[in-house]
């Protein structure tokens, strides 16, 4: 087996149901791990409409009750310690507060000067931070369910801090930690908003302008990116690149343009017959396909994580929220593919190895050495109990 980061040219299909070999395999492990996420997030947001859980926006802010696991044990000492040592490679978002200290970017080595920043008031914003593990499961569960990017920010107000304003470029998920917080969103008639507390959980849809405030708070924020056709378009471009057209140079003066016919700017409407000529449809589903084999979790699993998970008889497989992708073809760059092996794509990775061991880790049967492999590779595990319901 050979895992590597996942090419940017490569020939990528979902495999559907039903069809033979090792894709209609990978097909039932994807609707497996979907129906895991559907039910788990059921039970986390059990008053969130299934469709919205799935990916569909509402038309206004709305909240319900929250049943994640961890949240309860919550403490900002602790995390602040946590978060200690990252703060140099990926320091927080701060509006600062009215008795904002003005600290320098070098000091936010140290959790006090966070601590420093909140007494004065400041929001403090850590992105790409996971509190709790049953914060990173509740958001790769969403990222599944609705084939979107998912990111999850913890965020702590002071006891001053002033209502941010802000408007949404993605679905935002809003569960608090310690404290109230509480929203407002402009309507027709004025103004409208919602107080979340612990155990609640306020969704926002994306494009919607809110403030949002918490003096003395503390939340998590999940935000959810779906495939948009700005995504489709880049992918298009990308592959464009390849047809002899798209590769003629844009000339600076007007006055050299080439009058060639063959030339997309010699003439009008040139450019669109060239776009025309492209496989627009076939090129968007492979965009499809290439957005779900990059979607990566926001948990990750370590070699103590492992070791647990081995120690109490789980099955493992890889944590992906946008399931097994069949490899169709390898760019011109790559290796090419042993006599016996096969190709998948799978959170980010490029995964060559005989079908018989792709698929059985797609269904959570590989051997514990194998499993070893996939973690020090970068890859997420995921627990599967025997009904292959729940994780562990």
């Not at 499809?288 to 493992?316: I, K």
């Amino acid at each position: 087996m050979r895992i590597d980061p996942l090419p940017d040219l490569c020939r990528l299909r979902v495999p559907t149901p039903g069809e033979p070999g090792l894709g209609g395999r990978l097909a039932e492990a994807n609707g497996r791990s979907l129906e895991r996420a559907r039910v788990r997030s059921g039970r986390s947001l059990p008053d969130l409409d299934p469709a919205v859980l799935a990916g569909s926006s509402p038309e206004a802010p709305t909240s319900g009750a929250a049943l994640v696991e961890g949240v309860d044990d919550f403490q900002p000492a602790r995390f602040l310690d946590g978060v200690g040592p990252g703060l140099a490679t990926n320091p927080p978002e701060v509006a600062v507060g009215p008795g904002s200290p003005g600290i320098t970017s070098e000091a936010w080595l140290r959790p006090a000067v966070v601590a420093l920043e909140l007494a004065g008031g400041a929001t403090v914003r850590f992105p790409e931070a996971v509190a709790l593990p049953g914060i990173a499961a509740l958001a790769d569960d969403l990222a599944e369910l609705g084939r979107g990017r998912t990111s999850v920010a913890v965020v702590g107000a002071g006891a001053r801090a002033a209502r941010l304003t802000r408007q949404e470029d993605a679905d935002l998920l809003l569960l608090p930690l310690a404290g109230t917080v509480s929203l407002a969103w402009p309507t027709t008639d004025g103004e409208a908003g919602i107080h979340v507390e612990p155990g609640r959980i306020a969704l926002v849809p994306s494009g919607q302008l809110v403030a949002v405030e918490g003096p003395g708070s503390w939340w998590v924020e999940i935000r959810r990116r779906p495939f948009t056709a700005r995504d489709g378009a880049a992918h298009v471009a990308r592959w464009a690149g390849g047809a002899l057209p798209f590769r003629e140079s844009i000339p600076w003066d007007p006055a050299a343009v080439d009058s060639h016919p063959d030339s997309v700017f010699g003439r009008v409407g040139a450019l669109q017959e060239a776009l025309d000529g492209l496989d627009q449809d076939a090129l968007l589903v492979e965009a499809r396909a290439a957005w779900l084999a990059r979607l990566v979790p926001v948990s990750s699993t370590g070699a103590v994580d492992l070791h647990r998970h081995l120690e109490l008889g789980h099955r493992c497989t890889v944590l992906a929220p946008g399931g097994w992708v069949v490899v169709e073809g390898l760019g011109p760059d790559e290796e090419p593919l042993g006599p016996d092996d096969l190709a998948v794509a799978v959170a980010d990775r490029l995964v060559r190895a005989p079908a018989p061991l792709l698929a059985a880790l797609a269904r959570g049967a590989a051997d514990p050495d194998v499993l070893g492999a996939l973690v020090r590779s970068g890859l997420a595990l995921a627990p599967v109990d025997e009904r292959g319901i729940s994780g562990a």
